[in-house]
């Protein structure tokens, strides 16, 4: 009887312990952390990628298998080209971008807008997270014909069962932030909380150094770009 009894208290703990939200770190909500040394994130395998040493949440990674599975069996071949990228490599895309000759003479701001097409500041990306991840091509003509469109059509029908979703939308229902990204799919039971918690945690002081920081406030960055998403 009391070895049953300790059985239900170890359950109903486990149980407890299973729905307690995951409280995330300053470190992982800026990417500011090593995924490789970080225990809830694993390798993306081979089979996914052609990438070396790209990781995802072990949740994210899990769930992704039963997608690839699924997609495969239908016929379609889904490839990871970008998964998990921390604070140091957004900030070596972000400075490279900001260098190109093309801004010889423009305003900080003008150039941050026009890198923000399609690129995060460091510190602001959802790629910090591992929880989403560019499927195929970085291209959206990619995905408007043939081969291209038959994957994303089966994304956008299939993916929601496996939690991914299409979070940087067409724009035309008033969507502000980035451009239509059709490769780019989050793992929302994850990020929505990432989300939610960014939001209560990080302010534009505790971005660490870049080029244009500057302009995170005024250009309302967390606002339009951040919180710049679709989750139907
Ligand atoms: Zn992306």
């Not at 900030?91 to 260098?99: A, D, F, L």
């Not at 510190?123 to 408007?144: A, K, Q, V």
Request: hydrophobic share 30%; net charge negative; proline share 3%.
């Amino acid at each position: 009887m009391k070895s049953l009894l300790t059985i239900l208290f170890f359950c109903s703990l486990n149980m407890l312990l299973n729905e307690t939200t995951p409280n995330y770190s300053k470190d992982e909500l800026l990417g500011t952390f090593d995924p490789a040394q970080h225990v809830d994130f694993k390798p993306v395998p081979s089979e996914f990628t052609q990438k070396t040493n790209i990781y995802l949440r072990i949740e994210v990674l899990q769930q992704f298998d039963q997608m690839f599975q699924s997609a495969k069996r239908d016929g379609i071949e889904l490839e990871i080209v970008s998964a998990t990228r921390n604070y140091n490599y957004q900030k070596g895309i972000w400075e490279r971008k900001w260098k190109r000759s093309k801004y010889m003479g423009w305003q900080n701001m003008d150039k941050v807008l026009d890198i923000m097409k399609y690129s995060s500041m460091p510190g602001t990306s959802r790629h910090h997270w591992g929880t989403d991840i560019d499927l195929n091509h970085l291209n959206n003509d990619y995905f408007e014909t043939g081969k291209g469109q038959e994957l994303y059509n089966w994304l956008v029908e299939c993916a929601p069962n496996y939690g991914f979703h299409q979070v940087y939308t067409s724009k035309e229902q008033g969507r502000t932030g980035y451009q239509e990204e059709k490769w780019h799919w989050s793992y929302l039971p994850l990020s929505e909380e990432m989300l939610t918690q960014y939001n209560e945690k990080i302010r534009s002081s505790d971005l660490p150094s870049f080029s244009g920081v500057e302009q995170v406030d005024s250009l309302n960055i967390f606002q339009r770009y951040v919180n710049g998403i679709e989750t139907n």
